[in-house]
């Protein structure tokens, strides 16, 4: 990555958040509450974390309102439904009040240790500390290879500072937070945003665990969901794209009109004796489909685009709120 910046040393956040998304996790808090136990003393700052229920339909919210209940530093945002993970993080960042935040899973793949190596980097004057994972421990093969895929392309798609082969999992200073809380576009891919805004960026490497308890709840369909999000909130690629395949298809036909054109003429002046003059059946059917083909693709593309201009332009919340646990209703911090 290209480096546009000097980097100037600072102290410890007076206060870091951590930012959780949970979407049914009831297996999994038990070991996020033991293992944030265990790490949140070693911290050398003030913690508080940002836990928010995304509409999950399971005993979630309840295992977090216990939590919260015990512990002040644990605070609770529960959306009115599902409205994903992206904009779970999103609710969360806008709700932290921290010198620095880190997003972290819930499923404890992204390691809580990390957050130390990660302030260490926060220290030296990095507003983006990012986990780029060395290994995919227990994780499918096809999980493994569609992800490496997914990063190439976006790297490609989203933004050439993309960093690669990381997810969510990062420390955001607050001078870089506050950009981000200013772009409220309701697709989000976050890491795009973040590559977007610049500032000093780093990664610490991390082995990226397997899930500590339940399941993935980012299914293919989810996950594709995404990369085209990435891909088309990002960049007017996909609509160039389809014109150069629309200008390909478009010479083919002309050339294969042309050679019509000219058997037929020759067949009519005799130098072409031998062509069997059929009705062009096969020819007709064939570029239909192709040039049939193209144009709905060419179409879904557009419409991709004028959907997002359309859900922007009636300009809703981003999410909506049901409860709040310890969560102080004075304005957000800037
Ligand atoms: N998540 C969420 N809303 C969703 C899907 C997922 O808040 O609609 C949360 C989930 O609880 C977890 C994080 O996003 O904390 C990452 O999800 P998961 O671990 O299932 O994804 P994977 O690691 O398998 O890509
Ligand atoms: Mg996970």
């Not at 808090?29 to 050398?44: A, C, F, G, R, V």
């Not at 500590?212 to 609509?239: C, D, Q």
């Not at 069997?276 to 144009?295: D, E, F, K, R």
């Amino acid at each position: 990555m290209a480096t546009y910046y000097s980097l100037t040393k600072r102290k410890n956040p007076g206060l870091l958040s951590l930012v959780i998304p949970c979407y049914n996790e009831e297996k999994v808090i038990p070991y996020l509450q033991d293992s944030l136990n265990e790490i949140l003393p070693k911290i050398p700052a003030n913690t508080e974390v940002i836990l928010v229920n995304d509409g999950s339909s399971d005993k979630t919210i309840e295992f977090l309102v216990s939590w919260a209940n015990k512990d002040k530093r644990i605070k609770v945002l529960s959306f009115a439904r599902n409205f994903g993970h992206q904009i779970a993080v999103t609710a969360g960042m806008d709700h932290a009040l921290g010198d620095a935040i880190v997003i972290m899973d819930a499923d404890l793949q992204d390691p809580p240790e990390v957050i130390l190596e990660m302030l260490a980097k926060y220290r030296e004057g990095y507003d983006v500390v990012y986990g780029r994972r060395e290994e995919r421990a227990g994780e499918t093969f096809f999980k493994t290879a569609s992800a490496w895929l997914f990063y190439r392309l976006m790297k490609i798609l989203v933004h050439k500072d993309l960093p690669l082969d990381s997810g969510d999992f990062r420390l955001i200073s607050r001078k870089c937070l506050n950009v981000l809380k200013d772009m409220r576009e309701n697709h989000r891919f976050l890491r795009g945003m973040g590559a977007w805004v610049g500032f000093p960026q780093t990664p610490v490497i991390y082995k990226r665990a397997p899930r500590a308890a339940g399941e993935t709840k980012y299914p293919l369909r989810k996950m594709l969901r995404l990369a085209i999000n990435a891909a088309v909130s990002f960049s007017p690629l996909p609509l160039r794209f389809s014109l150069s395949f629309g200008i390909f298809i478009a010479f083919i036909g002309f050339l294969v009109g042309i050679s019509a054109i000219v058997k037929v003429l020759m067949y009519y002046s005799g130098l072409y004796p031998n062509f069997v003059y059929n009705p062009g059946w096969a020819t007709v059917v064939t570029l239909l489909c192709i040039i049939g083909g193209a144009i709905l693709i060419a179409i879904g593309i557009l419409g991709e685009y004028v959907a997002r201009i359309f859900e922007e332009v009636k300009g809703r919340p981003l999410y909506v709120i049901d409860s709040k646990i310890n969560v102080s209703d004075r304005k957000n911090r800037r």
